[in-house]
């Protein structure tokens, strides 16, 4: 085999596990996982405290992209939107 045939590569994104498996940015799975959950709990923790802010600037995000991450949080925690609404209507956030 030569050293341009794919199958020997050794790149990360080209492992079998998904865990391991990276995108353009050459972050894993996981690695995303723990960023996303240390973000949010940096953020939830600053909001608790009394500060009012967005997690993101204006347009940062495409509507798409807030509804996959804000689908994909709750469908983590097994929550409904139904229960985000009366978590919103309850604490008034």
Known sequence: MSST?????TDPASSTDPASST???GA???????????TC??????VEAGEDFSPVAAGALTDT????CASALLAANNL????L?????????
Not at 28 to 38: C, H, I, S
Not at 85 to 93: A, C, E, F, I, K
């Open 5 to 9: 045939d794919p199958a020997s590569s």
């Open 23 to 25: 995108d353009a940015t």
């Open 28 to 38: 894993t799975k996981q690695g995303l996982q723990e960023m996303m959950a240390a």
């Open 41 to 46: 709990r940096a953020y939830a923790a600053r």
């Open 65 to 68: 992209e807030a509804m996959i």
């Open 80 to 83: 409904q939107v139904f229960e």
């Open 85 to 93: 609404g009366m978590w919103q209507s309850w604490t008034g956030r």
